[in-house]
């Protein structure tokens, strides 16, 4: 008998390995199930019979013993759930599925379904650490004691709740906000909110504050290590538009060369520590 599982939101993963779980215990092979997400669910013929076969799944694992599964083929798993792919659900069942069959899969990284599993996760592990390298707070006044500092971001995949934990622990005294297409999240100093989406417009525009980092930035910069293919590598040109320093990467890289160059020809100078200790000598 075929079921339908209807996923909370697009980074469910609580809530597909609770409905995998169960239905890997009642039998169901990959084709019997299909997979979707609330508010995104197909009109189709599955359509009718969702909420009724979901809700069954998801009381019904609480009871269920755990699935001898690796480790870190689990760890592997909650990664690739929140890549993009709209069949990320359907494959991951069917690893697990084929992993509960086939013990020998676990052995095999080369396999289609586990190479594309490791693919995702991967994309999803580099997402994570842009947003928690590129995001840009500026300070608004909202009515509170201390200013409110929103940040806006657009992740490639639906990594946002994923970071949550990290940006509490990093920025545990500040409150803040961070805004993206998906959701947003929001953090008053001691209770973490997630929201619905918002739009670039929503975040606020540059500040004082910016402007000063700006002055530091340029006088900071050092044209001898300069790298721009390397730089794109790590800091891609899509994220560009959303960090205030990078309105200055094309006129710093511009007068590089030059400035290089003066450096080079520039006479070498004494610190002061050796002018003391020269001064002290006989």
Not at 43 to 55: E, I, K, Q, S, T
Not at 130 to 154: I, Y
Not at 182 to 189: I, M, N, Q
Request: hydrophobic letters at 45%; proline letters at 7%.
């Amino acid at each position: 008998m075929a079921r339908t599982v209807t996923l909370d939101h697009p980074a469910d993963w609580p809530g597909f390995r609770a409905a995998a779980r169960a239905c890997l215990q009642a039998g169901l092979a990959p084709a019997q199930v299909h997979w979707q997400v609330a508010g995104a669910a197909e009109a189709d013929l599955f359509g009718a019979m969702g909420d009724a076969a979901d809700h069954g799944a998801k009381e019904a694992a609480p009871e269920a013993t755990a699935l001898p599964m690796p480790r870190a083929f689990i760890a592997l798993c909650a990664h690739a759930a929140l890549h993009r792919e709209a069949d990320r659900f359907a494959l991951l069942y069917r690893a697990l599925w084929r992993m509960a069959h086939e013990p020998a899969l676990r052995h095999d990284p080369l396999d289609p379904d586990i190479a594309r599993l490791h693919r995702m996760a991967a994309a999803v592990r580099r997402d994570i650490h842009k947003m928690r390298a590129f995001v840009r707070f500026r300070p608004v006044q909202d009515g509170g004691t201390e200013p409110l500092h929103v940040a806006w971001f657009e992740p490639d995949h639906f990594i946002v709740q994923a970071n949550a934990a990290f940006f509490v622990q990093r920025f545990t005294q500040m409150r803040w906000a961070v805004l993206t297409p998906e959701c947003s999240l929001r953090w008053d100093g001691g209770t973490l909110q997630v929201g619905p989406g918002a739009r670039r417009a929503d975040a606020p525009g540059p500040d004082a504050g910016e402007a000063l980092w700006l002055t530091y930035y340029r006088h900071t910069f050092n044209p001898a290590r300069l790298k721009l293919d390397m730089m794109r590598r790590e800091m891609p040109t899509r994220y560009w538009k959303n960090l205030p320093e990078a309105a200055l990467i094309g006129e710093l890289a511009q007068g590089a060369a030059e400035r290089s160059g003066r450096m080079v020809e520039a006479p070498g100078t004494m610190t002061r520590r050796r002018l003391a200790e020269r001064g002290a000598g006989p």
